[in-house]
T-cell receptor, first 114, second 114 residues
C-alpha cells in the first residue's frame, strides 16, 4: 500500500527566505507526482506535476524535483512571500490499484511572516 | 473557462439522513474523481469515473456511499444514513482524461453530521 509522508508538518519562516518542503513515498511504481497548495476553506490548487520520467519541473519561484528510485520529491520555494502561506500537499499517482487515484500526504503547513 | 464547481458549499445534516453532493467538472474533462478530507487527515480517494467505463469504486468506505455520473458531465455523491464519522470536506476533481494528466479540484463541500 502506497504511503506518502511530508516533512515538516509545519514551518514558519521570515519573508524572503528560500525553503524546501519534503515528500517521500514508499512505492516507487508511480505515473507522476503532483504538488498542490490548499488555502483555508478552499479547494486544492495544482502547482506542479512531474511525470515519472522527469527529474524536475519549474514554475516561477517554485521548483519541484523527483527522485523516483529513492521515493522522494522536494518543493523549493524561492524568496518566500506572505502570500505563499498555505498548506502544501504532495500526491502520487501509483501504478498499482489501477492507477486511477492520487495518494496524498498530510501536508506541510507553511507560514511566511512579515 | 470555468473550473470545477461543487454544491452545496456547506451542508449540515442530522445523523441518519441521506445527503447528495454535486460536482460539475470542467467541460471536456472525461475523468472525474471524488476524495474525502477528514479533519487533520490527508485526502482519501473515494471513486473514479472515466468516460463510459465502469467506475473504480475501490475507495468507497462502506455501502452507504454511492456515486453516479451521467456521461461526461455532472456527478452526484450520495451518502445514505449519515454517521458522525462522515463529517468531512468532500472534494471533486476532473482531468482531461485518466492518463496521468493534472487533476483540477473544486472548492469542496463541507459536510457536518450532527
Amino acid at each position: 500500500k502506497q504511503e506518502v509522508t511530508q516533512i515538516p508538518a509545519a514551518l514558519s519562516v521570515p519573508e524572503g527566505e528560500n525553503l524546501v518542503l519534503n515528500c517521500s513515498f514508499t512505492d516507487s511504481a508511480i505515473y507522476n507526482l503532483q504538488w498542490f497548495r490548499q488555502d483555508p476553506g478552499k479547494g486544492l490548487t495544482s502547482l506542479l506535476l512531474i511525470q515519472s520520467s522527469q527529474r524536475e519541473q519549474t514554475s516561477g519561484r517554485l521548483n519541484a524535483s523527483l527522485d523516483k528510485s529513492s521515493g522522494r520529491s522536494t518543493l523549493y520555494i524561492a524568496a518566500s512571500q506572505p502570500g505563499d502561506s498555505a498548506t502544501y500537499l504532495c500526491a502520487v499517482r501509483g501504478v498499482t490499484g489501477g492507477g486511477n487515484k492520487l495518494t496524498f500526504g498530510t501536508g506541510t503547513q507553511l507560514k511566511v511572516e512579515l | 473557462g470555468a473550473g470545477v464547481s461543487q454544491s452545496p458549499s456547506n451542508k449540515v445534516t442530522e445523523k441518519g439522513k441521506d445527503v447528495e453532493l454535486r460536482c460539475d467538472p470542467i467541460s471536456g474533462h472525461t475523468a472525474l474523481y471524488w476524495y474525502r478530507q477528514r479533519l487533520g487527515q490527508g485526502l482519501e480517494f473515494l471513486i473514479y469515473f472515466q468516460g463510459n467505463s465502469a467506475p473504480d469504486k475501490s475507495g468507497l468506505p462502506s455501502d452507504r456511499f454511492s456515486a453516479e455520473r451521467t456521461g461526461e458531465s455532472v456527478s452526484t455523491l450520495t451518502i445514505q444514513r449519515t454517521q458522525q464519522e462522515d463529517s468531512a470536506v468532500y472534494l471533486c476533481a476532473s482531468s482531461l482524461d485518466g492518463g496521468g494528466l493534472e487533476q483540477y479540484f473544486g472548492p469542496g463541500t463541507r459536510l457536518t453530521v450532527t
